[in-house]
């Protein structure tokens, strides 16, 4: 059984620009959830996806965006990057959209703008 | 507002001491209350969780202490060790819905050998 993956490990940007980060959840688990984490802070919930359908979304702005594959894989899209937007972004999975609280952390993406 | 405030921000304690993180959450509706360790470049672990329904769970050398009506609970690790340095979240979650976990602020322990 593999665990929660997610790639790059490191990325910088140039404010204003695009990223994609992307996450594969662990075997079996529909479920995939995005946090942001700044520097000395705890995680703060972006949006989460369940079986390819937003559900249910956090205080971050529209340029924050998501996707799920059918293989439960799943990306987020940052758009316009602004330097508050330099955090670990981590992801993680679960079983299913009912199991609060079970889920599986990556490594993250240590995302970096300048 | 569904927050959860930690305390202390940083911790040091002596090797075979007793390490105490305390929370407090202030939404009612929370029903799912874990803890997470997480070393420097990796990932949050799930270390431990409680229900409200219990006032204690224990595994091993951590015990979660749970007060419903104070809105509180404390992480506590008995005979810490060095390799129990790391920081450490309390979090909150409710059962129904998406599976929003709400964090606190860490804390950063230190077990000195």
């Known amino acids: 059984e593999t665990g929660v993956t997610q790639s790059p490990t490191h990325l910088i940007k140039t404010r204003g620009q695009q990223v994609t980060l992307r996450c594969s959840s662990q075997?079996?688990?529909?479920?995939v959830s995005w946090y942001q984490q700044a520097l000395g802070q705890g995680p703060q919930f972006i949006f989460q996806?369940?079986?390819?359908?937003?559900?249910g979304r956090g205080n971050f702005p529209p340029r924050f965006s998501g996707l799920q594959f059918p293989n439960y894989s799943s990306e987020l899209n940052v758009n316009a990057l602004e330097l508050d937007d330099s955090a670990l972004y981590l992801c993680?999975?679960?079983?299913?959209?009912?199991?609060?609280?079970?889920?599986?952390f990556g490594p993250g993406t240590r995302l970096t703008v300048t | 507002q569904q927050q959860v405030k930690q305390s202390p921000q940083s911790l040091i304690v002596q090797k075979g001491g007793i390490s105490i993180i305390n929370c407090a959450y202030e939404?009612?509706?929370?029903?799912?209350f874990p803890w997470y360790q997480q070393f420097p470049g990796k990932g949050p672990a799930l270390l431990i969780a409680?229900?409200?329904?219990?006032s204690e769970k224990k595994e091993g050398r951590f015990t979660i202490s749970f007060n419903k009506s104070a809105k509180q609970f404390s992480l506590h690790i008995m005979d810490s060790q060095p390799g129990d340095s790391a920081t450490y979240f309390c979090?909150?979650?409710?059962?129904?819905?998406?599976?929003?976990?709400?964090f606190g602020q860490g804390t950063r322990l230190t077990i000195n050998p």
């Open positions: 993680a999975s679960s079983l299913n959209a009912g199991l609060a609280g079970l889920q599986y």
């Open positions: 075997s079996g688990h529909n479920t």
């Open positions: 996806y369940y079986r390819e359908e937003e559900n």
């Open positions: 939404n009612t509706a929370f029903d799912y």
């Open positions: 409680i229900r409200p329904d219990v």
């Open positions: 979090a909150a979650s409710k059962t129904q819905g998406a599976q929003k976990l709400v």
